[in-house]
């Protein structure tokens, strides 16, 4: 048993949503109790207790579209690259690094990921991978690294025709064998979906293949018009828009998750709402690569269960959160935009994808609910409760204010110390692993 009190908690819970002095108490992986700190060390009067010490006890972040196999690109450089638009960004950069990646760098990539989203609170990811030069058996070392530090991870790997059908069969055999090894899995920790890059770079061959591989009960996840040239390739090739594409090969529905959408229009909206499709919005990617701002307003007013991720920009929730919040105002030139669109995204939106694959109920602070609990170092100068606490994390609050998080029940830092995994280790194994990538990359 832990209790993490004598904090303010922020709960999300619509029946008992602020208490200035409260606590959680957790046994084994759920939250078993919720309520003033009195109470609950009452009840519980042996358990380990962490001490919050006045500071915000929340929920724990989930980030609902990561790409794990981006992290050595930090201050990477690369001989003759000068990108003129999107394209040229994702083969110059993007596709040039995961070309280039073992087997040990995807996992190492994971060790850091993994490590900086326990920093930052975040105890959920849906990650989209890419490894084509080492694809088969990826997505398990990306799972080991999950499973060493602690963080639940929905893993897929990126199908992709761009270097050739082989490698394009070996990307769909990858995500239909982790797909099916997650389904077994019952540590409520791991789960699966099948993989796609974007519609222009999967062919009609390559989509039949995807479908009849792909096990009951999971669907995709996809990049979706999140350049221009995504459309103008999908209106040329196939006579169509793209999410009428993916509705004629029965990718859209409850379980995929289709990732920014920039370029779509009404009718398309109406296609993801009425298949119960989700969306991810990427603020930072977004404005990152100069793609645009897609209509993510219009989304959630239309009901369109709507989520907020980094892709691999950030692994800082509160970073997106407030990078969203004045896209949408300077977009939109409504400074009124977006004050309760994105925060529904972030604390709600997120929790509910994460619910269609993982069955303990996230990102909320109640009786029977995951033990995902995190605490905050920040002392608010104003009123704080839980009509305007989500202004207080988007001004107040950032990923490295967090000093304690719990996932899934275990402690996996406390006062900012990683309490099971030798950070300097992995963190020396990457910087390594790192200099040898930009070598192989530059010759």
């Known amino acids: 048993m832990l209790i993490l009190g004598n904090g303010r908690v922020i709960t999300r819970d619509e029946k008992n949503p602020y208490m200035d002095n409260g606590a959680v108490a957790v046994e084994g992986t ?3 109790k919720v309520g003033s700190l009195d109470e609950v060390r009452a009840a519980y009067p042996d358990a380990e207790f962490i001490d919050a010490k006045g500071k915000v006890i929340m929920p724990a972040f989930i980030n609902a579209h990561e790409h794990i196999y981006s992290s050595f690109a930090r201050g990477l450089s690369i001989n003759g690259y000068n990108p003129n638009g999107f394209l040229d960004i994702l083969d ?3 596709w040039t690094i995961d070309r280039n990646l073992t087997l040990e760098d995807t996992y190492l990539s994971a060790m850091a990921t993994y490590i900086d989203c326990i920093k930052n609170g975040v105890t959920t990811i849906f990650d989209h991978h890419a490894s084509f030069g080492s694809i088969r058996d990826s997505l398990f070392h990306i799972e080991k690294a999950a499973k060493e530090t602690g963080v639940r991870s929905c893993l897929c790997y990126e199908i992709s025709d761009r270097d050739g059908k082989e490698k394009a069969r070996d990307s769909v055999m990858e995500n239909a064998e982790f797909i099916r090894h997650a389904l077994k899995d019952d540590s409520g920790m791991i789960a699966g979906m099948m993989g796609m890059h974007a519609q222009f770079t999967i062919s009609d061959e390559t989509m039949e293949l995807a479908a009849a591989n792909k096990p009951e009960g999971v669907g995709y996840h996809i ?25 004629d090969w029965n990718i859209l529905g409850e379980k995929t998750l289709l990732g920014h959408c920039i370029y779509i229009n ?3 909206m109406d296609l993801i709402k009425d298949t119960n499709t989700m969306v991810v919005h990427n603020p930072e990617s977004n404005m990152g690569n100069a793609c645009g701002c897609p209509p993510t307003m219009e989304l959630v007013h239309r009901g369109i269960l709507t989520g907020l991720g980094t892709d691999g920009y950030t692994h800082d929730m509160t970073e997106s959160y407030k ?8 977009h939109l030139c409504d400074a009124t935009a977006a004050w309760g669109e994105v925060p529904q995204m972030l604390f709600e939106g997120n929790a509910k994808i994460a619910n269609r694959y993982f069955s303990q109920e996230l990102g909320v602070l109640k009786e029977g609910a ?34 304690t998080t719990v996932a899934n029940g275990k402690v996996l830092m406390k006062d900012r110390e990683l309490q099971h995994i030798d950070e300097a280790k992995v963190m020396s194994d990457c910087r390594q692993a790192a200099a040898e990538l930009g070598k192989r990359i530059n010759g």
Do not use: Q
């Open 223 to 247: 990049h979706v018009a999140e350049g221009i040239e995504d459309l103008h390739h999908c209106l040329k090739h196939y006579g169509k828009r793209i999410v009428d594409r993916l509705m």
């Open 92 to 94: 110059g950069l993007w």
């Open 266 to 268: 009404g009718h398309e």
């Open 370 to 403: 995951a033990g995902d609990v995190i605490v905050v170092d920040y002392d608010p100068l104003t009123p704080i409760s839980g009509d305007n606490c989500n202004g207080h994390i988007l001004f107040g609050i950032n990923g490295r204010n967090v000093v």
């Open 323 to 330: 990078v969203a919040n004045v896209l949408h105002k300077h």
């Open 30 to 32: 759920a939250i078993k």
